[in-house]
């Protein structure tokens, strides 16, 4: 099966996984998963500071230092740039506020689809598999994030499940053109590291951090779980 096919399909896995998160507040209640939000929180945090590092800065540096800063100085601007035009998830109105969470997670998509795009046309080996399968973990406390807000406002269960798909469905896009580009211009290779690594790196600080903070022991929890969980991973997958 041709590489970009099987990228295509392993994006668009990831994106699944963003509904998955969502059937625990379809089936169990909004009021039973807000006690967990901390965990989950921490846990998607945990999963993506180690992905950041170990997937996307430490082999980029090998590629190049100057580019690979460069990269990471647009990432973090890219995800400054949506946050302030798409509003930030506590903003808004009760009622729409599930619609402010919906915009802003599928913005932040795009990077990581670059991410998995950039992972997988590097020729690193077991890195494409590393960060898909990262990004895919990581996704799951995302759907949940998208689904609390809708319950709140009433919508059904289904319409927070494929919400929160559509929410990663610039994951594929993105995957697709980072890795075309990565193949075609072997010199973008160390930027488009920097770039998702930054992004991803924001992504952590501004918006999953804070809300692991909450209940600080509940969330550290999930910070050392999803930290260990990439961990392992990268030693399974070789990186």
């Known amino acids: 099966m041709p590489d970009l096919v099987?990228?295509?399909?392993?994006?668009?896995?990831t994106a699944v996984a963003t509904g998955i998160g969502a059937l625990p507040v379809a089936l169990?209640?909004?009021?039973?998963?807000?006690?967990?939000?901390?965990?989950?929180?921490?846990?998607?945090?945990?999963?993506?500071?180690?992905?950041?590092?170990?997937?996307?800065?430490?082999?980029?540096?090998?590629?190049?230092?100057?580019?690979?800063?460069?990269?990471?100085?647009a990432g973090v601007a890219f995800l400054l740039?949506?946050?302030?035009?798409?509003?930030?998830?506590?903003?808004?109105?009760?009622?729409?506020?599930?619609?402010?969470?919906?915009l802003v997670l599928f913005a932040h998509s795009l990077p990581e689809g670059l991410a998995m795009g950039t992972a997988y046309g590097s020729g690193v080996a077991g890195l494409g598999l590393f960060v898909i399968l990262a990004i895919a973990l990581q996704n799951v406390p995302e759907g949940t994030a998208t689904a609390l807000p809708m319950q709140e406002a009433g919508m059904s269960g289904a319409a927070q499940v494929w919400t929160a798909i559509a929410t990663s469905l610039p994951q594929p896009v993105g995957a697709v053109v980072a890795y075309l580009a990565v193949e075609?211009?072997?010199?973008?290779?160390?930027?488009?590291?920097?770039?998702?690594?930054?992004?991803?790196?924001?992504?952590?600080?501004?918006?999953?951090?804070?809300?692991?903070?909450?209940?600080?022991?509940?969330?550290?929890?999930?910070?050392?779980?999803?930290?260990?969980?990439?961990?392992?991973?990268?030693?399974?997958?070789?990186?």
């Open 6 to 13: 099987v990228l295509v399909l392993a994006a668009t896995g």
């Open 28 to 73: 169990l209640g909004a009021a039973r998963v807000e006690r967990l939000r901390p965990l989950l929180a921490g846990l998607s945090a945990g999963c993506m500071a180690v992905a950041s590092v170990a997937g996307l800065l430490e082999p980029g540096l090998d590629r190049g230092v100057a580019s690979v800063l460069a990269g990471a100085v």
């Open 81 to 102: 740039v949506v946050r302030d035009r798409v509003g930030h998830p506590r903003d808004g109105r009760a009622g729409r506020r599930w619609l402010v969470v919906a």
């Open 184 to 239: 075609a211009v072997t010199a973008l290779l160390p930027f488009s590291f920097g770039f998702a690594a930054g992004a991803m790196a924001a992504l952590v600080a501004l918006e999953l951090a804070p809300g692991s903070l909450s209940r600080p022991v509940l969330g550290a929890s999930g910070w050392i779980l999803g930290g260990a969980a990439m961990l392992a991973l990268a030693r399974v997958a070789g990186v």
